[in-house]
């Protein structure tokens, strides 16, 4: 099992550009998320998906957009890049039982730089 | 705004030293989970408390949840430097949606 995997590992942007950043598993988990990380403010939670076909807003959606057309992928669309999307981002997925979520396993992230 | 706090910030002990994190939620949580991250790694999960007041121990480290269910702490004996890096609670609190703490980053001085 390949786990959590996420591409690229890093990317610079300009002002205004989209990019789609990807995340795959293979360990058939219902619920998948991306949070992003930035610096003394742990991990906020922007989009996350119960399984294919649904999506939901986390803390911080917008700027961002998801789709969950299969178990496996989760991609996160930045539709215009702004110099405040500079983070590193971190994809996560995790069974879901009995309406919790169970141990959530992360990705190796994507830094990524707005200029 | 910040849904769970978590306190200290930093903590620098010596090697042998006992160290401690704690968090807070003003809302009751659903359950809470402990994670890891080293320098330029990504989160690694140690644990998750879901009863009231429950109490969990692996090996040197030993997690509490509180009976209110709002806090939780971590609390690592006699420290190595095997033990450097950031840890963060994540408390659930709405249907499907993890609110992480700030994080305490864990120096080990050897």
């Known amino acids: 099992n390949a786990g959590v995997t996420q591409t690229p590992k890093f990317q610079v942007l300009k002002t205004g550009q989209s990019m789609t950043l990807q995340c795959a598993q293979d360990m058939n988990h219902e619920y998948m998320s991306w949070y992003r990380q930035d610096p003394g403010m742990g991990l906020r939670l922007i989009h996350y998906s119960v399984g294919a076909g649904i999506t939901d807003q986390g803390e911080v959606p917008n700027g961002y957009n998801v789709s969950r057309s299969t178990t496996e992928d989760f991609p996160l669309r930045l539709l215009s890049a702004a110099p405040s999307q500079t983070s590193v981002y971190f994809c996560?997925?995790?069974?879901?039982?009995?309406?919790?979520?169970?141990?959530?396993?992360f990705g190796p992230g994507t830094r990524l730089t707005v200029l | 705004g910040q849904q769970v706090m978590q306190i200290p910030q930093y903590q620098h002990v010596q090697e042998g030293e006992d160290f401690t994190t704690y968090c807070n939620s003003s809302t009751t949580l659903s359950n809470i989970q402990w994670y890891k991250q080293r320098p330029g790694g990504h989160p690694v999960f140690l644990i998750q408390l879901v009863k009231s007041g429950e109490v969990k121990k692996q090996k040197r480290l030993t997690f509490q949840f509180g009976e209110a269910k709002k806090n939780s702490s971590l609390h690592i004996t006699a420290t190595q430097t095997t033990d450097v890096g950031t840890y963060f609670c994540?408390?659930?609190?709405?249907?499907?949606?993890?609110?992480f703490g700030s994080g305490t980053k864990l120096n080990v001085k050897p």
């Open positions: 996560a997925s995790s069974y879901l039982r009995g309406g919790s979520i169970d141990t959530q396993y």
């Open positions: 994540a408390g659930q609190i709405n249907f499907n949606k993890f609110y």
